[in-house]
């Protein structure tokens, strides 16, 4: 058989697993149309050795007959704590129809390993000091290794934010670690396998313990205390035998360190005088430190971190350095990035150099920091004075472009800072790119403001006093962030976060996990049915059935909670409106944002309940939505106008969007819409964040798309464009981010993204996953050659593979290639007039093996597609 290469892909950051049925997956390669896998055999076992030899002592699945390849769960042997498991895999293809006889090499082995499962298996003490100081808390304990090590494994929760060190080196590559998440319930733990670090004798651990969210901030003091560390180190001997070292009142502590105050928001401070070199190495005088206190632990299980780590993903040189007054330097990174900043200086000692960081420059080129609001994201830098000094801060980040240099010993030049780029550091999953210079500038806009919210969750913006996990804004935008990244187990981690601040009484909060003010708890419907939209973009786009059954008891909590709240037929609970409305237009009625977006959730959980087989659940979700959808229907429709309540963008939109127009009046609606985009607001958005997270795709199933491109492609305000234009290198709060005062104004919100994203890739390039067949095991392709688009390129990660469309018009002619994994088919929707203008790799289509005619559609020619790379010629 043909076969590239079969490549074993586990869905999460390998180490410390901690599901019971840990899913796997592999992708094939190989260039063979129509290659299709017929079965699979899976073998698992507790050492490479085994593996090697085919001794599956945990699990040999045996031959499968089946095509999945992705997220099949491991069904072997019950898994334990620790449990260290290799695993191949080799598949059967179908051959013309029929099952090949040969199947695939094995392929590479691939590893997990468990993490500590039973609260049991912990046995030490969370530790640190019950006492309010700004400094970083430094913690240390020496153990003695005798005997040959096969293995050794640290496993460890510094809270807020914490990075440990062994014998004198950092362990991992995370930092701003762990992942936020709601302490009472949950406490993120991280794995490293320590083995190349631990010697034969003396050693020595070190943590730092940085504040995060355990700041002493009065509110957020009193909600998640001091900062505290939980820590286990096991050591595995050649003869068997284990030493478990583990945190407890043994361990010394002092807050006598350099980092004399650190916060999240507000920055850094370090005096590199105060260093203490060695003390995370065997031998350090640790006598002036204090013994840790023993103190209570945040109360949640401990969980591991099962998404990708925070890491600094990149570093960027800045672009200018400008003098605005005897020593005050504003640097410009050339970007609004997220991260901090790394000093390279020279000087004597006790030099104090300070970094304040802005998104923007007030119009004498000095910083302006008032949409900061609290936070000072300063970081300061007291100079040791032995020669060059390197330093970045460890316990916060910061959202900026400008970085204003103070106190820095002698001139400071362009190689004096770095910008450190900080983010989960997930997989790209996608690339695209047209012929339009606006759209290309926008989608560089949006990675760069995607990608620097995500810390741990996806927060709202990273500069100000704020970073909180917004439900609303990542509504249907979140699907769209899915073609940039692999959210696959980040969205997981932040539903589940949704799950674990829900209150007794089903309550959803407005932010998960819940901050400092528990308050956020509001019961509206839109930006709490995020925890119901993301699951069902997370199964399309992933295949993820097990997140849907995971998150479903919950579901049904928020369900059954906020249906009390029905009134008339009507759901009237609504917190937020439309937000960011450009200011000037209608906002929209609290009764048809709260009965559309309740309205989709029924839908959306009949679709779980049914495919969880819960019939009964089934009927009850769907029947509601009927009783809500005739409400709406006789209470706030106008049939003489054709619109609902007072026409608004977002009240036509959303009955559209969500299925909610009876089938004669749609194109009333849509009518409506279309003329109050074309002529209200002259071919301007007049939504906010809700309306605006469904419009292209609306626009474009009712055939419109040419409407959309002109949204997408506008310059003027207000548009993403429009800021673009504004200099805008990410993607503002506000439309009108440019006038508006500063409170509530950051430069780096993604929630005006809304459908953009999700619009470039499944209507512009045509590349969308068919929910029938989740995580692009069938594809839909149809590409929208709007305006006067010349050319769109783009290409998506699928867990299939990479799945490519790339279009382009070339005078009368429209050009098509496209790429369909191994194991997936496509159906391909081409426009086409006439099925005798089509040629597929330069033949009539009838000739081409793996290509089926389904049927016309307009002006379209529409084909299913077998798996393998297809050129389409239109004439
Ligand atoms: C602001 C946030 C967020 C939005 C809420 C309603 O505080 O920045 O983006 O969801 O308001």
Redesign the pocket.
Known sequence: MVLDELRCEYLVNPQGIDSAHPRLQWTVKSDTRGWMQAAYQILVASSEDLLAKGQADLWDSGKVVSDRSIQIEYGGQSLTSRQRCCWKVKVWPVSAGKEDVSPSPWSAPAHWSMGLLEPGDWRGQWIGNEESVTAARMLRQEFDVTKRVVRATVYFSGLGLSELYLNGRKVGDHVLSPALSEYPKRVYYVTHDVTAQIKRGRNALGAWLGNGRCTPRAEWLQRFGFPKLQLQLEVDYADGLRDTLVSDATWKLTTAGPILANDEYDGEQYDARKEMPGWAEPGFADSAWQPAQVVAGPGGTLSAEMIEPSRVTETLKPISVNEISPGVFIFDMGQNMVGWCRLAVRGPAGSEVTLRHAERLKSDGSLDVANLRTAKATDIYTLKGKGREIHEPRFTYHGFRYVEVKGFPGRPTLASIEGCVVHNDMAVAGAFVCSHPTINRIYRNIVWGVSGNYHGIPT??PQ?D?R?G????RAAESKGESYLFNLAALYAKWTRDMADSQRENGSIP??CPTSYQPQFCFDDVT?PATAIIIPGALLDQYGDRALIARQYPSLVRWIDHMRGYIADGLMPQD??GD??VPPGNPGTAPAVMATCYFYHCLKLMTRYATLLGKPDDAQRFAALAEQLKSAMNEKLYHRDQGFYDHGSQTSCLLPLAFDLVPAQERPRVFGHLAKEITESTQGHVGMG?VGGQWLNRVLTDGGRPDIAFRLATNTTYPSLGYMAERGATTIW?LWNGDTAGPE?N?DN?V?LVGDLVIWLYECLAGIRADPAEPGFKHILMQPHPVGDLKFVRASHRSPYGLIRSEWRREGDKFKWQISVPPNTTATVSIPARDPASLRVDGKPFERVPGVTFLGREADRVVLKVAAGNYRFTVR
Do not use: Q, T
């Open positions: 709202d913006c100000r704020e909180h917004w439900l609303g804004d407005d932010v930006w917190k937020f937000w960011c964040l709060e509530m950051s919100h929630m």
